[in-house]
């Protein structure tokens, strides 16, 4: 069973548009969880955490809806250097540091 | 700047031969590490929880014998691929925890291609 679900996309978007990835979690028990942005052949970054109802950094929003039980992450005008894949990821278990990460979404932004 | 460093970077090796790979937290003790496994276009899988001072903990589906895991020290974990053969041929990413809010910092990864 998966643990947590993305939309892989890919989602081409201008630059200049807004564009919401959303992302579902079952472990109702989590705390907090993280958008990670990783590029081609990288390592994933962390972007955001998120560990109350939301998080806003700059251009990008992340929220989270407990009762249904998803995060969503928001980035508003949107660079041809956002172009990469995010992952939504949550902690495995309360209090363990290990985390489940969703497959993420692509994001390819185009001139 | 980096937190995590991993060595090396990239290698190729011939079947057979056994490979390590070193995860270091550069400025923080890290008492957990994590090794991943990632195909092309498919997504993080997490392969085993390295501790220190106590034996590694692995997924399930992973071999232990053959994916050899000492946490060294606080600031060291190191996965040996034994015996590698071309399947294993993947980019091998650790991660460190390093702080109480479960955020992890990801070394920049091992691409290892075995020929």
């Known amino acids: 069973r998966k643990e947590v679900e993305q939309d892989p996309g890919p989602f081409n978007v201008p630059e200049g548009a807004t564009v919401a990835f959303n992302c579902t979690y079952s472990?109702?028990?989590?705390?907090?969880f993280f958008w990670y942005r990783q590029d081609c052949r990288k390592e994933p970054k962390l972007l955001m955490s998120?560990?109350?109802s939301g998080n806003e950094d700059g251009r990008f929003t992340a929220q989270l809806n407990r009762a249904s039980q998803y995060i969503s992450l928001l980035i508003r005008d949107s660079k041809l250097s956002d172009s990469a894949t995010y992952l939504c990821?949550?902690?495995?278990?309360?209090?363990?540091?290990?985390?489940?990460f969703g497959k993420g979404t692509k994001l390819s932004v185009i001139p | 700047g980096a937190v995590v460093s991993q060595h090396p970077s990239r290698v190729i090796c011939k079947s057979g031969t056994s490979v390590k790979i070193e995860c270091r937290s550069l400025d923080f003790q890290a008492t957990t590490m994590f090794w991943y496994r990632q195909f092309p276009k498919k997504s993080l899988m997490l392969m085993a929880t390295?501790?220190?001072?106590?034996?590694?903990?692995?997924e399930q589906g992973v071999e232990k014998d053959k994916f050899l895991i000492n946490h060294a020290s606080l600031t060291l974990s190191t996965l040996t691929v034994t015996s590698a053969h071309p399947e294993d041929s993947s980019f091998y990413i650790c991660s460190a925890p390093r702080d109480q809010k479960e955020t992890q910092y990801f070394g920049p990864g091992t691409r290892l291609l075995v020929l």
């Open positions: 990821v949550s902690p495995s278990g309360a209090g363990s540091y290990q985390l489940t």
């Open positions: 998120v560990y109350s």
């Open positions: 472990n109702s028990a989590s705390q907090s």
């Open positions: 390295s501790n220190e001072g106590s034996k590694a903990t692995y």
